[in-house]
């Protein structure tokens, strides 16, 4: 079992209502621990969990494990990675990347010490291949062969 | 007073409250008729008013009758002009053209038959000079004289 920290952040804009922000956040990560709070009629969620199993289940029913890799490893720096999920995907309890200009919900993968943030992502998204997770040592072999 | 009639739609997301985006609505054009409708999670405003006269006096308590002119001239056709309004500016009672990807309020105004369309875009948001609203044929004999 890795060990992650993950923050989630998320704007709730004048017009949407908080608690389906919320329930966006929390189908995505359930066992999240959100606080939300607010100015200038622009809310704001923000929270953490260590908790990532319904995003990895989402993930593979989806079929979307090779884009969730790319995603992940986009933005990957020496101990964390981040990435945005749309709310409204969320809200109807899909993962979906595409960016929302208006602030979907920021997603930040720490790896918490010892921990190698490549090794969480392999975790998270192992690579595929006809759409079966492949381990990445046999894969390296294949493309020796090759 | 010249004889229009207004057409009204905006999108309702999923994370939105739609009593929330119909009073966004209602302060730009608080005497819209609105129905509502939704399918997928995805819902929907939709109505029609006569009356602008709210518009009209935001776009001049925020003095961006230019602005105002610019867009209303920009999508000008034979009979009608549209354009769309910034949900969450509305939703604090303000006017802002910006247009929002996912879907601002859309606003459609045609004139009303033997009405000239450009007659009403001048109505609503006649050109300004130092700030001051001017009579369009003053403009043109300055121009002349320029």
Do not use: C
Request: glycine fraction near 6%; proline fraction near 2%.
């Amino acid at each position: 079992m890795v060990i992650i920290k993950v923050i989630i952040k998320s704007k709730v804009k004048p017009t949407e209502d908080k608690y389906k922000v919320k329930k966006a956040i929390l189908n995505i990560f359930p066992k999240a621990n959100l606080r939300y709070s607010e100015k200038d009629f622009y809310g704001k969620w923000e929270g953490e969990t260590k908790d990532v199993e319904r995003f990895k289940e989402l993930i593979r029913s989806q079929a979307i494990l090779d884009t969730a890799r790319m995603i992940l490893e986009e933005k990957m720096d020496e101990n964390s990675t981040r990435f945005y999920l749309n709310k409204q995907a969320a809200f109807v309890k899909a993962v979906n990347f595409d960016i929302d200009v208006h602030g979907g919900i920021y997603v930040k993968i720490i790896a918490e010490k010892g921990e190698d943030i490549l090794k969480i992502i392999k975790d998270i998204a192992p690579r595929t291949k006809g759409g079966v997770i492949i381990e990445e040592e046999e894969e390296e072999i294949i493309e020796e062969k090759g």
